[in-house]
Structure formats: structure tokens, C-alpha cells
């Protein structure tokens, strides 16, 4: 039974740093592509971070910079470290993962686990 649980959410205050976790089971960790995402109140699953197998990375624009993916395949967790965060970056925060079979895009729709989610708050 495959299980993604993420931790390390909270509130800060805006310019403060956050890193997220999400510890993996039951699946094969250093074989997935892992992703980030977030979705604020009314808003659509947005794409934050992706690690693939070989460990490249992929950011969009709004988080480039200030946000950093990583993983531990040793102990099958993956990393979230948010810096500079912005009021804009509030939303609920999930991890991801998908076996590579036919690529591994920065899009909800590619992923096949998911966490419960994390909630971050940014505050002014």
C-alpha cells in the first residue's frame, strides 16, 4: 500500500523560510519521480517542484529561486525548502509521486500518489 505523508507545515511570517517533508512507503522511492504542489481556496492544483529519478530539478517561475527539491532515497523522503516566502505562497502543500513509465510532467494530472497535504500560511 503505497503511503505519502507530508509534515513540516505552519505559519510564518513573510520573508521566513519553511522545509516540508514527505516520508514514503510502499513503493520503490528511488525509482519515482516526485513532485510538489499546492492549491490556495479557489484555486487549481499548481505544480511547485519536481525531482526526477536522476535528481533534476524543475521550478516554475513563481517559486524559482526561493524554493529547492531535494530527496533521500535512503530514506525515502522527499524535501521541500521554501525561503523567502511570500503572503502568495499560502495554500495547502502535497507531495506526489509517479513511476516514470511515459514521463514525469509538472502537472497534477501525471501524478498517481498523493499525500493528505500539509497546510502553510504566510502572514504579512
Known amino acids: 500500500q503505497v503511503q505519502l505523508v507530508e509534515s513540516g507545515g505552519g505559519s510564518v511570517q513573510a520573508g521566513g523560510s519553511l522545509r516540508l517533508s514527505c516520508a514514503a512507503s510502499?513503493?520503490?522511492?528511488?525509482?519515482?519521480?516526485m513532485g510538489w504542489f499546492r492549491q490556495a481556496p479557489g484555486k487549481g492544483r499548481e505544480g511547485v517542484a519536481r525531482?526526477?529519478?536522476?535528481?533534476?530539478?524543475t521550478y516554475p517561475d513563481s517559486v524559482k529561486g526561493r524554493f529547492t527539491v531535494s530527496r533521500d532515497n535512503a530514506k525515502s523522503t522527499l524535501y521541500l525548502q521554501m525561503d523567502s516566502l511570500k503572503p502568495e505562497d499560502t495554500a495547502m502543500y502535497y507531495c506526489?509521486?509517479?513511476?516514470?513509465?511515459?514521463?514525469?510532467?509538472?502537472?497534477?494530472?501525471?501524478?498517481?500518489?498523493w499525500g493528505p497535504g500539509t497546510q502553510v500560511t504566510v502572514t504579512v
Open positions: 525531482i526526477k529519478v536522476d535528481g533534476s530539478t
Open positions: 506526489a509521486a509517479v513511476r516514470p513509465t511515459w514521463g514525469c510532467q509538472l502537472s497534477a494530472s501525471a501524478f498517481d500518489y
Open positions: 510502499g513503493i520503490g522511492f528511488s525509482g519515482y519521480c
